[in-house]
Each structure stands twice: as C-alpha cells, then as structure tokens.
C-alpha cells in the first residue's frame, strides 16, 4: 500500500508534466491486451507463449538499442553545437573590441577629414576647368563656324550646313545643361547671348527649307535633290526633338522645333494660296467654267505628282498623298463656300453644282484611273454638304423662275400683239389654228427641266415644281390679256380683226398645254398633273369660250329681239337668220379640235335655247285669241325644228341639245284645255326643275287665255311640289330673268287693286 502511494505521488508530477506518454502507454497497453486476447483465447495456445515472450523481449532489445544509438548521435551533435556557439561568442567579442578601437580611433581622425573636403571641391573644380579646356577650341571658334554655315546656307549646301548647325546647338545645348544641372541659371543668359548667332542661321535655314517645300511640286518635277535635302534636315530636327523629349531633364531654348508639323502646314498653306486664294472676280458665266476648268486640270496634275513622284522622296508615314487629297478637298470646299456667298446668276448656280456633284468624283477628276486606288473620292466626303446643296439648288431655282418669269412675260406680249395683225393664225397640218404660244412656253420649261436633271433628281424635282407653277400663273396672265383683247373687240368690233380665229387658237393652245404638261417628267409616276393646274386650265379654257359665246351672242341679239312679234308669227326668215349666224360660228368652231368644238357646239346651242326662251318672256306680246295661239303653237315648232335639225346636222346629238325645252313649252301653249294646265305645268316643272312661278306666270300670260284661279292653282301646285335640281341637270331657266310687272298707275292717295 505504501508502495502503491508513493508510487501514485511520483507518478503525479511526471503525468502533470507529460499527458502525451501517458496517454500513449493507456493505448498500447490496450493494444497489447486485445492482442492477447485474441490469440490466447483458447487454452491450447498458451503452449506457445514462451515463444511469443521471447521473441517480443528480443524486438523490445532491439528498439531498445536503435534508441540509444539515436539518442546518442543528437547528443554528440548538440555537443558540437554548443563548442562552435562557445567560438563565436569569443570571435564576437573580439570585433566589438576591434570595432571600439577603430571608433576611438576616427575619433581622433576628424580633422584630418576636413582637409579631405577641400580636396573633393579642388577635384570638382579641376574636372569643369578640364571640361572648358576641352570645348575653348570649339568655343573660340564659333563665331567662325557661324560665319561659315551662313556662307553654306547662301550656297544651298543645306546639309553641311545643318550639320554645323547641329554641332553648335550641341555644344550650346551641353554646356546649359551642365549650368542647369548646378543651378547656375544666372549663367546661361551669357552662354546664350555668346550663341546668339544661332537664332539667325536657324531662322535662315528655316526659310530655305520652307521655301522649297513651297516649290516642292515644281522641284520633284525637275530636280527632287533640293527637297530630299529639306526633307533629310526635317527628319534630323524631328529625331532630336523626340529624343530631348524622352530625356525630359532639360529642354534647350526653341525646342521642340516641330519642323515636321510646319512642313505639313506650309505645304497645305502653298496649296491654298496658290489655287484658291484669288477669287475670281468675273464669278459668272464663262469666266467661272474658266476658273473651274482650271482648277480641275492643276489639281488632277498635281496630286499625280505627288502620286508618282513626291512619294518617292518622303517617308512612308508621311502619308504625303492622302495629307495632299485631303488638303485639296477642304480647300476646294471652303473655295465654294466663298464663291456661293457671291449674288451668282444662274448660269453659275448651275455650273457649281455640275462641278460639285458630277465633274468632282468622275473620272475626270479625282476618280482619275492614274490615281485610283490611292485616291479614295468616297472616304473623303461630300464636296458640298446637303444643307448647301440643297440652299443652292432653291437658289438656282429662284434665278431659274425669274428669268422663265421673265421670258413668259416677253412671249405673252409677242401673242397679244399678233392678235391684232391683219391675218389669222397659222394652221396645223389638219387645219386646226394655232400658235407658238405652246410650244415656246413648253420648250423652255422642258429645257430647264431636263437641265435640271442633269445634276439630281432633287434639283429636277424641284425646277418641275416651279415650272408648274409658274404655268399656272401664266395662265392668269393669259387670261387677263384675253379679257383685255375682248374689251378693246367690244369698243371696236372690227378689232381685232380676227377676234374670233385667234380666240380659237388659244382654245387649241390651251388643249396643247394640257395635254404636254405630263410629259414634262421624265418619271411616268410623277406626271399627274397637280388639281391647282388643271383648274387653271379649264378656267383658261371656259374664259376663251366664253367670248366666243359672246361673240355669238352679239350676232344673235339684233335678231332675238324681233320676236315674238306678229310678224315673227306670220312666218318671218328670222330662225333662218338666226341659222346663218350659227352655221358661220359652227364653220369658224370647227377649226378647233374635237373635244373642244363639242363643248363650243354645246354651249352655243344652249345660248339659242336660253335666248330663244327669254325673248319669249319679255312680255312683248299676248295672245288675243286662239288662231293666234295655233300660229304661235306652229312657229315654236317649226323654229325649234328649224333649229334642232341644224344643231343634229353640226354633229350634235338630240339627247345632248336643250332645245326639247322649247317643244315642251309649245305644249303648255297648244294646250286647248285651260283647266289642264296645272297637270301640264307640273309635268313641265319636273323635266325642267329649275323653272320658277314667274317663268310660269309669265307664259301662262302669252296665252292669253289664263283665268286667275286657273293661274291660282297653278301656282299653288307648284308651291305645293317644289323641285330639287339633280346634280347632271343642264340649268336652262335659271339664266333667264323675268322682267318685274308693271304697277297700275293710281291717281287718288289709297291701296291699288
């Protein structure tokens, strides 16, 4: 028990120490126990565990000794760790005392340092007095070499001379760097003042070089040495600019000189001036196709040169051909711009835009074969934008439409005076008369049209607008003049002379017109002629027919107003007179084309009907008894035969005719039968829905016969049945007026019956 106390006290620290070992030895001891048991679990097996006890003591022997060996090496080696530690902590501390000693020792060296200080500056002074001795020979000699280099520069050796050039501006350039890099600034305006010199050659040299590559394309023509040489000198500036550039410590006086960019400049500014600098001053008409045909052969000369030859004695990231094309193009496009902003007639107008437009990409031009592919018109953009393109096509336009206003103007006044000639018009091949008017007003419009076309189809959309229009305000003034001629027939019948021929030639010129307006676009989708158009035509067209009918109507009168009259009745050759009249008009209608000689024929027969009718209703005369209603019933019929059979005759179709007014009028006079009149009025009211109670009372007077309620009833019938005239009605009774019935003249102060 004793034992087992102690043992559990001792074994407590080492546990408290070491919970790993006894950790370990619980799980070998249980792996040692299950290894028992599972081979000592029958009795039989036990014979052998000698064996297995002695085998296990000599594995446990031998683990044992591999652990002592083990365990003895890592001792011998800490061993030997720890003597080498012992040396060098001896080594250690014999430096620190040497390096104790060493500081004592530069303790007592510091004034000897002082004199080494002195030494260094004496050095560095030593080292710039050796720099200057080495340069005083270049320095010496500078105002020489300046004298020198501007004696190669008058000569043209530009080489040599920028050679020098570069090995002064070296050598100044070196000796401001080295004052820069000590901060001795106050010294560079000497060293500058010394190299003053310098600013004059480069400035002469620069002139040179500008001046040839002014000439450039003249120079590469005949001799290309001069502008190599100005080219080689650009490229040695622009290599030291991009070097100093690099550097970025310090940047000598004029740099960077950028001659590469100034080269590109002054070519564009030689470009500039010499083709578009000067404006032309005659900007119009023949003296502008000079000036443009000009420009378009220096240009298409110079870029070929450049092309072939410039190119060959420039680098390749010059791009020299695109930056000339390009210079061009600008140009070209501010040039027009300057000239577009002058008072430009039309002719000008015109001849900008061709050049613009068409001459400018053909092959005539940039699209030159010589310089394709090269020269890529397409990359470079329009000439002209479309904003003004689009401003000088309405400009041209209005130039175009003053001088067709103008010209229009000019021709109407030849027309109206060959009116009045002592001869009638000239004919056609079918004998229809006629006149230049259209083909002259047809002619121009249709040249400035297809002039038109010839730049875009906006410019000849827009021309075939104006021409439009301005057709139609031709036809307003054509029709004022023919109201003018008509009131000059009017006081003077026998003038014109040939009042009548030429009023026909005008109907077959306005057939002309009409009929050619469609073939003013050359687009049969675009030929529609516009409605404003079209009315002004018809209106031309109803104004010509309209004197003409009266003309007709003037013939026609004298003998309209003898009837009806008892002469009339006792069988009279007034309709025969009346025929002759027409017949001539007919025979003078027939020399106009066909759809207009039907509308003339048409029109002037219903002018007899109505004529006829309101002669009849000018209460001139009443019938007294029925043998004076037989002879008025027998004349109507006969006149109005009379009259159709000469309208048929003329090629008018008795549908067409308005004359059946007067055979129905003679009905309501032959009728027998007073009280019948009502149902015969009506009937009469509704083939003809535009006669009125005055026009019925009115012939119901030329009876003679009409009681007042027979003339009552009429009337309240036909108030009863009011008419509404159809659309396709021909009105006849609406031209006609009645004339307002006399009042009774009373003497005493009262209601009159």
């Known amino acids: 028990m004793g034992m087992s106390a102690e043992g559990e006290r ?70 030997a760790g720890l003597e080498q530690l012992r040396s060098a902590a001896r080594e250690v501390q014999n430096v620190s005392q040497d390096l104790g000693a060493a500081r004592w020792a530069l303790l007592d060296s510091t004034g000897h ?30 105002h020489e070499v300046f004298s020198h280099t501007l004696q190669l520069l008058c000569e043209q050796n530009l080489l040599e001379a920028h050679a020098e050039l570069m090995m002064m501006e070296h050598l100044r350039d070196n000796i401001l760097s080295q004052l820069h890099l000590r901060g001795l600034s106050s010294a560079q305006a000497t060293v500058l003042s010394y190299f003053s010199g310098l600013q004059e050659l480069n400035e002469s040299l620069a002139k040179q070089l500008w001046d040839i590559v002014g000439s450039s394309l003249q120079l590469v023509r005949d001799d290309p040495v001069l502008f190599v040489t100005a080219v080689r000198i650009i490229e040695r500036e622009e290599k030291i600019d991009e070097s100093l550039l690099l550097e970025a410590t310090f940047l000598p006086p004029g740099r960077p000189k950028g001659w590469r960019q100034k080269f590109y400049h002054v070519l564009q500014e030689t470009i500039t001036g010499v083709h578009f600098r000067a404006t032309p001053m005659d900007a119009e008409g023949s003296g502008l196709a000079r000036h443009l045909a000009a420009l378009q052969k220096d240009i298409v000369s110079n870029l070929l040169v450049v092309k072939d030859l410039m190119v060959q004695c420039v680098p390749a990231h010059y791009n020299i051909l695109s930056i000339c094309t390009t210079t061009y193009h600008q140009a070209l496009t501010s040039h027009l711009q300057d000239i577009l902003r002058e008072d430009l007639d039309k002719q000008a107008l015109f001849l900008l835009l061709e050049w613009a437009l068409r001459v400018y990409p053909s092959p005539d031009m940039m699209g030159h074969p010589d310089l394709l592919p090269e020269v890529d018109v397409s990359a470079l953009g329009p000439l002209m934008s479309p904003e003004l393109v689009d401003q000088t096509e309405r400009k041209y336009v209005v130039k175009v439409k003053a001088s067709v206003l103008e010209w229009m103007q000019k021709t109407l006044e030849v027309e109206f005076k060959e009116w009045f000639r002592e001869e009638e018009p000239e004919t056609d091949h079918q004998g229809f008369f006629q006149s230049a008017l259209p083909v002259i007003v047809m002619q121009m419009l249709n040249e400035n049209i297809q002039v038109a076309s010839l730049i875009t189809h906006s410019l000849q959309q827009k021309v075939y607008n104006m021409a439009l229009e301005e057709l139609e305000v031709f036809l307003g003034r054509l029709r004022e003049a023919l109201v003018q001629c008509g009131k ?21 010129n306005n057939l002309a017109l009409s009929s050619s307006v ?77 759809p207009v000689f039907m509308l003339l024929l048409t029109e002037s027969e219903l002018l007899v009907t109505s ?27 006969q006149d109005a035969t009379q009259l159709r059979e000469l309208f048929c005759g003329l090629g008018l179709d008795r549908s067409q005719q308005s004359l059946e007014a007067v055979f129905a009028l003679r009905e309501l006079i032959c009728l027998k039968d007073p009280a019948l009149l009502s149902l015969e009025v009506l009937g009469f009211a509704t083939k003809y829905p535009d006669v009125s109670d005055e026009h019925i009372s009115t012939l119901l007077d030329l009876r003679g016969d009409v009681s007042k309620e027979v ?6 019938m036909m108030a009863q049945h009011p008419q509404v005239l159809p659309e396709s009605y021909r009105p006849i009774f609406s031209t006609i007026l009645v004339p307002a019935p006399e009042l009774p003249f009373c003497i005493r102060k009262g209601k009159c019956a």
């Open 711 to 716: 003339r009552h009833m009429v009337l309240e």
């Open 113 to 142: 340092f002082q004199g080494l200080q002195q030494m260094r500056a004496l050095m560095a002074e030593h080292v710039q007095l050796a720099s200057v001795v080495q340069v005083l020979p270049q320095l010496f000699s500078v």
């Open 10 to 79: 001792a074994a407590s620290p080492r546990e408290e120490e070491w919970p790993e070992a006894e950790k370990a030895e619980k799980l070998a001891r249980g792996a040692a126990l299950k290894w028992a048991s599972g081979v000592f679990y029958r009795p039989e097996k036990l014979e052998g565990l000698g064996q297995y006890r002695n085998r296990e003591r000599q594995r446990n022997s031998s683990i044992q000794s591999r652990l002592k060996s083990t365990v003895q090496s890592y001792l011998e080696g800490v061993s």
């Open 611 to 637: 004529q006829y009718l309101r002669a009849l209703m000018q209460k001139k005369m009443v019938c007294k008894s029925n043998e004076e209603r037989r002879q008025l019933c027998d004349r109507l019929l």
């Open 488 to 508: 000059e027939h009017q006081k003077d019948r026998t003038t014109p002379k040939y009042y009548v021929s030429y009023l026909l030639a005008m109907l077959n």
């Open 518 to 594: 469609s073939s003013l676009h050359s687009d049969t989708a675009c030929r529609e002629v516009p409605a404003s158009l079209q009315a002004a035509l018809d209106r031309t067209q109803k104004k010509t027919c309209q004197l003409l009918l009266e003309e007709l109507l003037l013939d026609l009168q004298p003998l309209c107003l003898q009837l009806p009259s008892r002469k009339w009745l006792s069988g009279s050759q007034l309709v025969s007179s009346m025929c002759e009249v027409i017949d001539k008009y007919a025979k003078d209608f027939s020399r106009v084309r066909k």
